[in-house]
């Protein structure tokens, strides 16, 4: 669904991406950087600290900033690459996955939920990847894209129902598994 809103904000998109590509600083540095702060964001979540939610939540926004980032300058650059796309692929996954255990360890959701979360959120990139490798484009389908369920996170556990906010994900990437399956059977050719 947000991929459908970058349409929407690509001339502030660019303007961010010419920002920090005049650093001069690679995208994969920026991509890089997102994991790191996810990282900090998950070190944060399994603390289980005061005020945890809020720092961890805000962490993880900023890391998804930086996500939007490194696809920006590797745009306004001309130096999108497939080990860039790779890289920033698998660390998202990375990120994502760290996230999750920040939150099991931090013991703010039963951890079956944070199974399912996570199990589905793997199935959900598994699907796009597999449908990549036989011709089949899933970009923007589904109502639970990585970005979605990491906003659904971040903003939830700020104001302190994490555990709500793992259902929700878990709701939402079970929709999109299933849209993303039944998308890809209507469109495989035999």
């Known amino acids: ?26 995208p994969n540095f920026w991509t890089a950087v997102g994991l790191g702060v996810a990282f900090l964001s998950a070190i944060v979540y399994g603390l289980g600290i005061e005020f ?10 900023v890391s998804g900033f930086f996500d939007m980032v490194d696809g920006q300058v590797a745009r306004v650059t001309g130096k999108t690459s497939q080990k860039g796309s790779y890289l920033d692929s698998m660390f ?3 990120a994502e996955t760290a996230i999750f255990l920040g939150i099991l360890v931090g013991g703010y959701a039963e951890p079956y939920l944070v199974f399912l979360a996570i199990t589905l959120s793997l199935l959900v990139s598994y699907a796009r990847a597999k449908s990549d490798a036989i ?36 709701i939402i990437a079970a929709i999109t598994l299933i849209q993303r399956m039944i998308v890809t059977a209507k469109n495989i050719k035999e």
Do not use: H, W, Y
């Not at 459908?4 to 650093?23: H, V, Y």
């Not at 979605?148 to 700020?158: C, D, K």
């Open 1 to 26: 669904m947000l991929n459908n809103l970058r349409d929407n904000l690509k001339p502030t998109l660019e303007k961010i991406g010419k920002g920090f590509a005049s650093t001069g600083l690679s």
């Open 52 to 61: 945890g939610l809020i720092i961890g939540g805000i962490l993880l926004l």
């Open 92 to 94: 998202d996954k990375i």
């Open 135 to 170: 011709n089949v484009k899933l970009q923007g389908v589904g109502i639970g894209e990585r970005a979605e369920r990491l906003l659904v996170i971040a903003i939830i556990g700020i104001i302190g129902f994490m555990e709500i906010a793992v259902i929700i994900v878990v």
